[in-house]
């Protein structure tokens, strides 16, 4: 991050919803490392992986909002407060959307919506930053993708997503808010809710690998990802944050460049954590429904309008990882070990290995 942008965030009051979870908490202490004023909302919804130890190292400065945010009542005080929106309270599980769409679409779209329109009464005209998901494309029709592709997604999640996506850019035409969607693709890195089941691969791989598991992939493990260490995510995020008059309000944040099959992804995990080879096994016919198959996301647009480049390899990324749990597993095992879902045995007994 350049100096001209943390020196641009210096003071202002910034507002991260799901700032309790993986990427908020990672966006939050790095706002604050910049001196900004930020205050953290989260309803710490079962299964979403909202932990307090994430924002440890500043929880003195940060200030949290515990809370939905649908909740206007709520909200209204911190939003008329706020220079900056930074939104990514949401849901990111597509097997807990499958098994639980009404509930997916209460978090992923209903409460954005009280959301938003409670932003446009409140902080008018403010940025908006949304993260949603490169899910929202389903199955890519060509590789890599653009953000031209066709919206077409597999899940709920990624319907809801889609939906929360449309409300930001609807808001923005109509004078009330400044959105900018981001469409993120498989992101990791220290903070992950890595004792929760239903997250997807790269979380399950990383609580395996501590653990001492061997990895497991479905289908053949040739299909392709883009995987993103977090604070290259925060970098897209911040920098979309500052940008002035874009040209572009959807940005893909992927990388064409550093492409890596599943089994690459497990082969490097398992070697750097010393675990055994992992293991190939067919996929249960509940993910085979949702499975995309390869994705690979074109950042062309991304670095045309922020100058946003990925910069962390994979094998850098994932050292920096296991560092990070080996040091604070506990914080993220206790009381959800072995993978327990706080949503029932339904969505155990469809986890077993999620591949997203």
């Given at each position: 991050?350049t100096?001209?942008?943390?020196?641009?965030?210096?003071?202002?009051?910034?507002?991260?919803?799901?700032?309790?979870?993986f990427?908020?908490?990672?966006l939050?202490?790095?706002l604050?490392?910049?001196?900004a004023?930020?205050?953290?909302?989260?309803?710490s919804?079962?299964?979403?992986?909202a932990?307090?130890?994430?924002?440890?190292?500043?929880a003195?400065?940060?200030?949290?909002?515990?809370?939905?945010i649908?909740?206007?009542e709520?909200?209204?005080?911190?939003?008329?407060?706020?220079?900056?929106?930074?939104?990514?309270?949401?849901?990111?599980?597509?097997?807990?959307?499958?098994?639980?769409?009404e509930?997916?679409f209460?978090?992923n779209?209903?409460a954005?919506?009280?959301?938003l329109q409670?932003?446009?009464?409140?902080?008018?005209?403010?940025?908006?930053?949304?993260?949603?998901?490169r899910?929202?494309y389903?199955?890519?029709?060509?590789?890599?993708?653009?953000?031209k592709h066709?919206v077409?997604?597999?899940d709920?999640?990624g319907?809801h997503?889609?939906?929360a996506?449309?409300?930001?850019?609807i808001?923005?035409r109509?004078g009330?808010?400044?959105?900018?969607?981001?469409?993120?693709?498989?992101?990791?890195?220290?903070?992950?809710?890595i004792?929760l089941s239903?997250?997807?691969?790269l979380?399950?791989?990383?609580?395996?690998?501590?653990?001492?598991?061997?990895?497991?992939?479905?289908g053949?493990?040739?299909?392709?990802?883009?995987?993103?260490?977090?604070?290259?995510?925060?970098?897209?995020?911040?920098?979309?944050?500052?940008?002035?008059n874009?040209?572009?309000?959807?940005?893909?944040i992927?990388?064409?460049?550093?492409v890596f099959s599943?089994n690459e992804?497990?082969?490097?995990?398992?070697?750097?954590?010393?675990?055994?080879?992992?293991?190939?096994?067919p996929?249960?016919a509940?993910?085979?429904?949702i499975?995309?198959?390869s994705?690979?996301?074109s950042?062309?647009?991304?670095?045309a309008?922020?100058?946003?480049?990925a910069?962390v390899?994979?094998a850098?990324g994932?050292?920096?990882?296991?560092?990070?749990?080996?040091?604070?597993?506990?914080?993220?095992?206790?009381?959800?070990?072995?993978?327990?879902?706080?949503l029932?045995h339904?969505?155990?007994?469809?986890?077993a290995?999620?591949v997203?």
């Amino acid at each position: 991050m350049t100096a001209e942008i943390r020196q641009w965030y210096k003071g202002r009051r910034v507002l991260v919803t799901g700032g309790l979870g993986f990427i908020g908490s990672n966006l939050a202490l790095a706002l604050w490392r910049m001196g900004a004023v930020v205050t953290v909302a989260d309803s710490s919804e079962p299964g979403c992986g909202a932990n307090p130890f994430n924002v440890k190292p500043a929880a003195e400065e940060i200030a949290i909002v515990q809370g939905d945010i649908a909740d206007e009542e709520l909200m209204a005080p911190v939003l008329q407060q706020t220079d900056l929106i930074f939104n990514l309270a949401g849901e990111v599980s597509h097997t807990h959307s499958m098994l639980f769409p009404e509930r997916d679409f209460r978090i992923n779209s209903s409460a954005q919506l009280r959301f938003l329109q409670a932003c446009g009464r409140h902080a008018w005209q403010r940025r908006v930053v949304y993260a949603s998901t490169r899910q929202v494309y389903g199955t890519p029709g060509r590789l890599p993708v653009s953000e031209k592709h066709q919206v077409a997604p597999l899940d709920y999640n990624g319907v809801h997503k889609h939906a929360a996506e449309q409300y930001h850019l609807i808001l923005t035409r109509l004078g009330e808010l400044d959105g900018m969607v981001l469409r993120l693709t498989n992101i990791y890195g220290p903070r992950m809710a890595i004792g929760l089941s239903c997250q997807g691969f790269l979380p399950l791989f990383f609580q395996r690998a501590m653990e001492g598991g061997q990895l497991s992939v479905f289908g053949d493990g040739g299909q392709l990802r883009d995987p993103i260490y977090v604070d290259d995510a925060c970098n897209a995020l911040l920098l979309a944050g500052a940008v002035v008059n874009p040209p572009y309000r959807t940005l893909n944040i992927g990388s064409s460049s550093a492409v890596f099959s599943l089994n690459e992804i497990a082969e490097e995990i398992s070697r750097q954590a010393v675990l055994p080879h992992f293991r190939v096994q067919p996929f249960p016919a509940a993910r085979q429904k949702i499975d995309i198959g390869s994705y690979v996301s074109s950042d062309r647009r991304s670095t045309a309008v922020l100058g946003w480049r990925a910069r962390v390899d994979l094998a850098e990324g994932i050292r920096r990882t296991l560092t990070y749990y080996g040091e604070h597993y506990r914080h993220y095992r206790a009381g959800i070990a072995g993978g327990a879902c706080p949503l029932g045995h339904q969505a155990r007994a469809a986890v077993a290995t999620p591949v997203s």
